[in-house]
């Protein structure tokens, strides 16, 4: 009984072992933005979700842009007492909101932060700077976790030389770039956040 026992323990500590490990690799952070799509799309396409001012809408549940799309963050304070943040892209989420910026004109994207509706923005025009903005909506939390996972804009450079400056050197004195400019604010839009 005790040998049966302790194969039984033998092949069940492996298994715990690699569901920790997995657990551990889930990123804490989910940025996802959906678009609009059509009511009649059906459940294995769309969604129904709420627009952060309260009103229904019909979403895709794939999300165009991710976290992993994410390469940098500028937070920033907004009007209402709350956070925003520009999200500087990588090469394939600055192509996805290219493109989705041309064939969904017209529509809404919406944006999710671990699963809570921040922002949602009318698509006016097309957007190929890579640059996506969350005016308000994020709590300090939220940014507490942006900034560990992605880097700032505007502290990479800062960074860089504090890591690469040996002993005694003095850093690099290049001034640090400006953030990006904020676009034009979208609440006359009927459907801006």
Do not use: W
Request: hydrophobic share 40%; glycine share 8%; with cysteine.
């Amino acid at each position: 009984m005790q040998i049966a026992a302790m194969r039984f323990f033998r092949f069940l500590l492996p298994l715990l072992v690699l569901v920790f490990i997995a657990a551990a690799k889930k990123p804490p952070l989910y940025i996802r933005f959906h678009t609009e799509a059509d009511s009649s799309s059906g459940s294995s396409f769309a969604t129904q979700a709420h627009l952060p001012s309260g009103e229904g809408v019909t979403l895709s549940k794939a999300a165009q842009i991710t976290e992993d799309d994410i390469k940098a963050i500028y937070p920033f304070p907004a009007p209402d007492g709350t956070m925003g943040c520009a999200l500087k892209l990588e090469d394939h989420g600055r192509l996805a909101l290219d493109t989705l910026s041309v064939e969904y004109k017209g529509g809404i994207l919406v944006g999710f932060v671990n699963g809570r509706a921040v922002t949602a923005m009318v698509i006016d025009r097309r957007v190929s700077d890579g640059i996506l903005y969350i005016r308000s909506g994020l709590t300090p939390a939220e940014i507490e976790l942006m900034r560990k996972k992605y880097s700032v804009i505007g502290e990479e450079k800062i960074k860089k030389s504090a890591s690469t400056t040996r002993r005694g050197s003095i850093p690099d004195p290049t001034p640090v770039p400006a953030p990006p400019p904020l676009p034009p604010d979208p609440t006359s839009s009927p459907r801006g956040d």
